[in-house]
């Protein structure tokens, strides 16, 4: 019974986050917001088809634009086990 609770939310083929542009466009009709869901629909269906979460694919593309190494950061405020 509980052994499925920490899967992510589906629906089809789909993830959950990508799911929300098109219920934003559905809630408020326009062209705009219909090419604004698509876009979001098809950028969140990429990352999830790659197995990434937004929050992990937040973070490979910092870590992309910015480096791994991290420069002169104080000692209070250098993650120590990670």
């Not at 939310?9 to 542009?21: K, M, N, Q």
């Not at 098809?42 to 992309?64: D, N, Q, V, Y």
């Amino acid at each position: 019974m509980w052994r499925a609770t920490g899967l992510p939310v589906r629906i089809l083929f789909l993830d959950g986050s990508a799911c929300l542009p098109m219920l934003i466009s559905i809630s408020y009709w326009s062209w705009t917001t219909l090419i604004i869901g698509v876009v979001g629909t098809l950028f969140f269906g990429t990352i999830s088809f790659f197995g990434l979460t937004p929050i992990t694919a937040w973070g490979c593309m910092r870590r992309f634009l910015c480096g791994r190494l991290r420069t002169a950061r104080p000692t209070w405020k250098r993650r120590r086990y990670g």
